[in-house]
């Protein structure tokens, strides 16, 4: 999915995509990226054909585990879900947990 797809995905227009990630997207996202620098450090690509092989194959460590997580969990991982949504679930925890100690 390109970043344009992913962005209208979240209805996102100029917000910024990594702050609208969930948890699990976040961490395959920051997968990928390691993944590539690692590789990166150890094949010492020259060019730009070079390096886009090695993004890519970062890239695909990352999605070989999105696809396990999902086979595993019946879920997908990417969802359309923004920071508006996240943000309605901590207010929803914090009103409970005042709660709680207000007891």
């Not at 995905?9 to 995509?17: F, G, M, P, V």
């Not at 949504?85 to 914090?94: A, G, K, L, P, Q």
């Amino acid at each position: 999915m390109s970043t344009r797809q992913y962005k209208n995905l979240k209805n996102l227009k100029k917000e910024n995509l990594r702050d609208n990630m969930s948890d699990l997207e976040l961490v395959l996202n920051m997968l990928a990226e390691a993944t590539t620098t690692e590789l990166t450090k150890a094949h010492n690509p020259q060019g730009l054909e070079e390096n886009k092989t090695i993004a890519k194959r970062g890239g695909k460590v990352a999605g070989d585990a999105r696809k396990a997580i999902e086979q595993d969990t019946g879920r997908p991982v990417i969802t359309s879900k923004n920071a508006i949504d996240f943000t309605n679930v901590i207010e929803i925890v914090n009103v409970v947990t005042e709660s709680k100690e207000d007891k």
